[in-house]
């Protein structure tokens, strides 16, 4: 089974620039998490889809990052205009089922971001 | 905000021996998480207990979970230099839309 694929892996910009991150989560998974991991800390969820529905995108700076999920498959986050502090790794999950006692998640490689 | 909090920040140990990790929460959760990460990687599940479970085992990994005391703890037995990586406690929380609250972890050295 293939796992959550995400793209770029690396990625450095100038502040007000705008990036997109990519990706796909594993055949078959209905919910889609977008996370942002700043150095040292835990992942933060920005964003949750249920098909192609949004759960939740209440930590989701929508001045400035935008995500969707068309069809219900693959994903695509946006950061436009990008600050200094949006500099961490992205990554992408996905889960076969909402919540529940069932939600383990699956993560993918991440894209690192570096604003200069 | 962040519901789980790991003890320690860091631990360094040497090949062999036991690492035992704790993370604290806030409010009620329908199961707790343990992830690992590799350093530039992302998230591996490594073990996941419900709020009805006191204990549970897999493979080196020993987790348990007491929910009157909102606190969870992971045991790694015999640890090997690839254990090497950063642990988190993520909760998927009662009343947060069945989303996962990370900690930041414990940065576990496994010294050869």
């Known amino acids: 089974e293939a796992g959550v694929a995400q793209s770029p892996r690396y990625k450095i910009i100038e502040k007000r620039q705008s990036v997109a991150f990519w990706c796909n989560p594993i055949?078959?998974?209905?919910?889609l998490y977008w996370y942002q991991q700043i150095l040292g800390q835990g992942p933060k969820l920005l964003i949750q889809?249920?098909?192609?529905?949004?759960?939740?995108d209440s930590q989701l700076p929508k001045d400035r990052f935008s995500a969707e999920r068309l069809k219900g498959v693959d994903s695509t986050l946006k950061i436009q205009p990008a600050k200094l502090e949006d500099s961490a790794v992205y990554l992408c999950?996905?889960?076969?089922?909402?919540?529940?006692?069932?939600?383990?998640?699956?993560f993918g490689p991440g894209t690192r971001l570096t604003v200069l | 905000s962040q519901q789980g909090e790991e003890d320690p920040q860091a631990l360094s140990i040497q090949e062999g021996e036991n690492a035992t990790m704790n993370c604290s929460y806030k409010?009620?959760?329908?199961?707790l998480q343990w992830y690992r990460q590799n350093s530039g990687r992302g998230l591996v599940h490594l073990i996941l207990?419900?709020?009805?479970?006191r204990e549970k085992h897999s493979g080196r990994l020993r987790v348990t979970l007491d929910t009157s005391k909102k606190s969870s703890s992971l045991l790694i037995t015999a640890s090997r230099a690839a254990d090497t990586a950063s642990y988190f406690c993520?909760?998927?929380?009662?009343?947060?839309?069945?989303?996962?609250?990370f900690g930041s972890g414990t940065r576990l050295l496994v010294r050869p």
């Open positions: 999950a996905s889960s076969s089922r909402l919540g529940g006692i069932y939600n383990e998640q699956f």
């Open positions: 055949s078959g998974h209905a919910t």
């Open positions: 889809f249920q098909n192609n529905g949004v759960v939740d």
């Open positions: 409010t009620s959760i329908n199961n």
């Open positions: 207990i419900r709020s009805n479970e």
């Open positions: 993520a909760t998927d929380g009662m009343d947060s839309s069945y989303k996962l609250i």
